[in-house]
């Protein structure tokens, strides 16, 4: 956990209370058996490769806000992108929602 302090100390009720306590969750997208997609802080789309501890950038924060993208799927070849939209949920498990493809070989 993250404390809005300089240093390390134990968390207090009243950090919790007081809202001083910050947390954020990081959900790493496989999409092979070494590397994964995430979002940067900035909300970019980082494609790490563990092996060789090496990032790419995969789409910039203003082609996501450009489209108003709430999710993102990559292609099992990596040639594509889908960047997900207009999400509107309808029943338990259904949604309908907007798909933008991006080809990430020849733009």
Known sequence: FNLLSDGPRALTLDDYLNG??????????????????????????ILFNVDMNY?????????????NASNYVMSSDKYFIALESNY???????YTASYHIYDLIYG
Do not use: A, C
């Not at 990032?55 to 489209?67: A, D, E, G």
């Not at 509107?88 to 259904?94: G, P």
């Open 20 to 45: 001083n306590f910050q947390y954020k969750t990081y959900f790493p997208y496989w999409v092979s058996g070494n590397e994964y997609l995430h979002q940067n802080p900035e909300d970019d789309i």
């Open 88 to 94: 509107s949920k309808l029943w338990r498990y259904s």
């Open 55 to 67: 990032l790419t950038t995969i789409m910039t924060n203003s082609t996501m806000k450009q489209v």
